[in-house]
Nanobody, 132 residues
């Protein structure tokens, strides 16, 4: 049985930083592409960062977080990270991690290969609140 434990959310002032973590168990972590999503109140869920498997070694970011957020993975600790710097009030949302098997280990933030709730593994979500 796959288990996912998210941590690292909280309240931070604008300009501050947080690091989110997702630890997976019950799957062969290194085979899975990974991603981070967020959902703000009244808005649709959006993919913000994803990382392919080590063998593919690629990342992708949505424009609003490029240069501020960094996604990484530790295939020994079975943990996915999202380092968030320069946080803005508009980053306030519930953040979710996701893992899925994809051809070539490649991740996607949109299109048919994007992570899906009924197809892939998801964390329980962690609240990030950025005050102005």
């Amino acid at each position: 049985q796959v288990q996912v434990v998210e941590s690292g959310g909280g309240l931070v002032q604008a300009g501050g930083a947080l690091r989110l973590s997702c630890t997976f168990s019950g799957l062969t972590f290194g085979l899975y592409a990974m991603g981070w999503f967020r959902q703000a109140p009244g808005k649709e869920r959006e993919g913000i960062a994803c990382i392919s498997t080590f063998s593919s070694s690629s990342t992708d970011y949505t424009d609003s977080v490029k240069g501020r957020f960094t996604i990484s993975r530790d295939d020994v600790e079975n943990t996915l990270y999202l380092q968030m710097n320069g946080l803005k009030p508009e980053d306030t949302a519930i953040y979710y991690c996701a893992a899925g098997l994809r051809t070539g280990g490649l991740c996607a933030l949109s299109g048919p290969n994007v992570f899906q709730p009924n197809k892939d593994y998801w964390g329980q979500g962690t609240q990030v609140t950025v005050s102005s």
